[in-house]
């Protein structure tokens, strides 16, 4: 049994498509679940409620924990600890190897122009140091010899069919609606981004591979990111539109989210667009020889499947 827990947004989705490689027995948990292949078997679950973690893990060789919780500092610092610590006490409970879908939050920024599997972690965000603090507890139970567990870290998303992203929600989805794509601060640096069917494919490869446990990966993510600049002329380019874009400085942006709460969240992270965002995936390339889908063909995926 291979189970995912929070079965429900774009990478659960698309583990569970590519866990029939490796299973014919997969749980897909999640509040609402609902079966990605015929044979899905389907688990109700509260993250928060141990309880219902440990049946949700019960009779698991694998789970991997991809759950997104609300964009919200609030939630992240209430919910996401209590989260890791059922999952990691469910996983030790019924003997499950436990495989993380995590961001790169608690890099210090400094790093981020070049970022590998073992930068300092030194978040400047509250969410990053909600992200540290669970990785951490992760890295400790694996250090002490309690669980079998490795980490994979993607940078943003884009993807076909997905939300929560810059790249997608304000760039995209802005210019189908015939509106100015929205970029942060600059357009002049460079920008990694995660195809999502990529990221799903490798984490499915490393909860198989015996030798991924106890480290950290980056999931395949292609090299040479665009800028600001060139993400927005490439993917109008490829709908056929004039590449319209207003950019929103640091003052604007905080001025915007007194009134919008989306905005306000992501003051914080603004740091990741004063400079270049480049996001190094050479250790899993070589060890896995899967390599991430160039920024062209991705975008042309993204405009094809809308």
């Excluded at 993917?235 to 604007?252: D, E, L, R, T, Y």
């Amino acid at each position: 049994m291979q189970t995912i827990l929070g079965a429900g947004g774009s990478i659960g989705k698309g583990l569970a498509k590519n866990l029939t490689d490796y299973s014919d027995k997969i749980r897909l948990v999640s509040r609402n679940p609902k079966a990605i292949n015929p044979a899905d078997q389907l688990f109700s679950c509260d993250l928060t409620n141990k309880a219902q973690v440990s049946k949700a893990v019960k009779g698991s060789e694998i789970a991997y924990l991809v759950a997104g919780l609300n964009y919200n500092t609030k939630i992240w610092q209430e919910q996401w600890p209590v989260v890791m610590k059922n999952v990691l006490e469910a996983c030790k409970e019924h003997n499950s190897k436990l495989v993380f879908f995590d961001n790169i939050y608690m890099y210090d920024p400094a790093s981020i122009t070049k970022m590998t599997e073992e930068p300092p972690v030194n978040p400047v965000s509250k969410k990053g140091e909600v992200r540290a603090k669970i990785a951490q507890m992760l890295l400790d139970e694996t250090k002490a010899g309690n669980i079998s567990a490795l980490i994979a870290r993607s940078a943003d998303f884009y993807g076909p069919g997905i939300t929560g992203s810059i790249i997608m929600n304000g760039v995209y989805e802005n210019l189908m609606k015939g509106k100015k794509a929205n970029w942060f601060c600059s357009l002049k640096y460079r920008h990694s981004a995660t195809f999502t069917p990529d990221a799903s494919r490798a984490t499915a490869m490393l909860g198989n591979s015996v030798g991924a446990y106890g480290q950290v990966w980056h999931l395949p993510t292609a090299g040479e990111p665009p800028t600001g600049k060139e993400w927005i002329e490439a993917i109008a380019s490829a709908m056929g539109v004039k590449p319209k874009v207003q950019v929103a400085s640091k003052s604007m942006v905080w001025i915007l989210g007194l009134f919008n709460p989306i905005l306000k969240e992501f003051t914080e992270m603004l740091y990741q667009y004063d400079r270049d965002y480049v996001f190094d995936s050479s250790k899993f390339e070589k060890a896995f020889g899967l390599m991430p889908t160039p920024y062209s063909e991705g975008i042309k995926q993204i405009v094809s499947k809308g």
